[in-house]
């Protein structure tokens, strides 16, 4: 007897509240699974270091007609985890994670001379300066210059190695 009460007050109650009037559930199944959106604000945030499909591609000829050079010439075994690499890096530098990217410098570093993490740190805005995070910005993973001395990025500002310890800044101009 109650069951044959509470569903029909249930069911009214279910469409009284709710909130899209021009199209009312034809049934209480339709009002519970039709779905509310989630404002952007409480969208799940999209992962910053994930790859494009178009990253993942490399190109055969740079946007200035020049063809790059084979990702093993240039030192590299495994070029995606290496787009991966510059991603985070990318994110690092965007958002001032400066021990993140102290971590993957070659130390000692040669251009410009730096002794260790400590000594990078604390010249971080000397040797990060907007050139260089510009370049790193706008870099189309898509065109990563390389020769037999490593990757660069924008006009020479960084220049990566793959070492053992895995991917590493070896120069900043």
Same mark, same amino acid.
């Given at each position: 007897m109650i069951a044959k009460v509470i569903l029909p007050a249930l069911l009214l109650l279910v469409i009284a509240c709710n909130d899209t009037p021009d199209k009312q559930p034809s049934s209480l199944s339709d009002t519970l699974t039709t779905a509310t959106p989630v404002p952007d604000s409480l969208s799940p945030v999209t992962d910053p270091y994930a790859l494009s499909p178009a990253?993942?591609?490399?190109?055969?000829?740079?946007?200035?007609?020049?063809?790059?050079?084979?990702? /093993?010439?240039? *030192?590299?075994?495994?070029?995606?985890?290496?787009?991966?690499?510059l991603k985070h890096l990318q994110y690092w530098v965007a958002t001032d994670q400066r021990d993140s990217v102290a971590a993957v410098v070659a130390y000692p570093l040669h251009h410009p001379a730096v002794k260790n993490a400590q000594q990078f740190l604390a010249g971080y805005d000397k040797y990060m300066r907007e050139q260089v995070k510009?370049?790193?910005?706008?870099?189309?993973?898509?065109?990563?210059?390389?020769?037999?001395?490593? /990757?660069?990025? *924008?006009?020479g500002e960084l220049w990566f190695s793959e070492t053992p310890q895995g991917f590493r800044i070896i120069g900043i101009n």
């Open positions: 990253e993942i591609e490399d190109d055969s000829v740079f946007s200035d007609g020049s063809m790059p050079t084979s990702w /093993a010439n240039a *030192g590299f075994d495994n070029p995606l985890a290496f787009k991966k690499f510009k370049a790193l910005k706008e870099q189309n993973l898509r065109q990563i210059f390389r020769r037999d001395q490593g /990757a660069m990025i *924008g006009n």
